[in-house]
């Protein structure tokens, strides 16, 4: 979750829909969502997500604006959140047209200035819809672009925590994903400024401030050191200490949210990250619907999840659609991927 959707739900009161789902019940009476509920729940959001690439727009009703646009978006050429939703619709079986391609090839912008965590979007939303990041071809261009290579060879030091994890999450999407010379940093020391960011309380934060509760910052970091696969005793200490403090942090109802004043409000985007952290350790995926995390819990993350998509496949609160509807599919991916014990972001 960006600054943005932070300032959003901070100026506003969200609770958890109190809908009807169908559920099983384990020995510990956690409700879980059923099979038809994950099946008919995802179905909706997927459906609008569809249409919404194919309109090329971030949301169906009320205020939208183009998901891919230079004119909108010079400096991205595509609304924030972009890359979490073509990796939604990737992982949950979507097959993106060359209309679709082109759209992004003739959109995204590709500066000598760009920062490493809009480097990593790119590279995250140009392997998702099928084309290569190591040899990618702008519109009307003959010589491609290794996103990879320039990716490496960008900063990260001066990049926010989340970005950091951002970053490291593209750079582990492939095998075939190989560090060039020149490089700025490595899965290594990447991992090394994660873990040296990590709070007090065994958490992160975007901001690193001492003391705050951010299920956001703390789930992406734990999914990048996660995927980045650096095997060092400080790496897995910091892994399974972000881990409890990520599972100490859940909501009776499920939920994860965004604290501020010592205030935590539930939504589906804080949700969906902690169900993507959970997805992407194979030793966690069990708290995403089947074990309760804490002995106040009485639901299951991905059962509370589900609690926020609308009849209509939108995704109740969300500060746009092109962020509720793109993480939540996202998520489930996420966790499909996990029960066949791969990861949503292996894409080679």
Do not use: C
Request: proline share 2%; aromatic share 8%; net charge positive.
């Amino acid at each position: 979750m960006n600054k943005y959707i932070k300032s959003v739900l901070t100026s506003a009161t969200l609770v958890i829909a109190t809908l009807t789902l169908s559920t099983t019940t384990n020995a510990a009476s956690i409700r879980k969502a059923s099979t038809s509920t994950i099946h008919s729940r995802i179905a909706r959001t997927y459906s609008y997500a569809k249409k919404m690439i194919k309109e090329n727009k971030t949301g169906l009703s009320g205020q939208s604006s183009s998901i891919f646009s230079k004119k909108l978006n010079p400096d991205t050429g595509a609304a924030a959140g972009y890359s979490d939703f073509l990796l939604g619709l990737k992982g949950n079986g979507y097959k993106f047209n060359t209309k679709e391609k082109t759209l992004l090839r003739k959109n995204l912008v590709i500066k000598k200035t760009t920062p490493a965590a809009t480097m990593a979007n790119a590279v995250m939303a140009v392997q998702a819809m099928g084309l290569n990041a190591r040899d990618y071809k702008p519109y009307g261009h003959k010589k491609g672009i290794n996103l990879v290579t320039k990716l490496y060879r960008t900063s990260v030091s001066k990049q926010t925590t989340s970005a950091q994890a951002q970053v490291l999450i593209a750079i582990s999407m492939s095998s075939e994903f190989k560090q060039p010379k020149g490089a700025k940093f490595s899965k290594a020391s990447l991992s090394a400024r994660l873990v040296k960011a990590q709070l007090n309380n065994h958490g992160w934060t975007y901001n690193n401030q001492q003391g705050v509760r951010d299920a956001d910052t703390t789930s992406m970091v734990l999914t990048g050191l996660a995927r980045g696969k650096v095997n060092t005793t400080n790496v897995k200490d910091s892994l399974l200490k972000g881990q409890k403090f990520l599972t100490g942090i859940v909501q009776p109802s499920g939920a994860f949210g965004y604290t501020f004043n010592g205030k935590t409000t539930p939504n589906a985007n804080s949700t969906a990250e902690a169900i993507i952290a959970l997805s992407n350790d194979f030793g966690m995926k069990k708290y995403v619907n089947n074990t309760a995390m804490k002995t106040s819990q009485t639901r299951t993350p991905l059962y509370a999840m589900l609690t926020y998509v609308n009849k209509s496949g939108s995704i109740k609160n969300a500060a746009t659609q092109l962020y509720g509807v793109g993480q939540v599919n996202l998520a489930v991916a996420a966790y499909k991927a996990a029960l066949k014990n791969r990861s949503v972001y292996t894409i080679n």
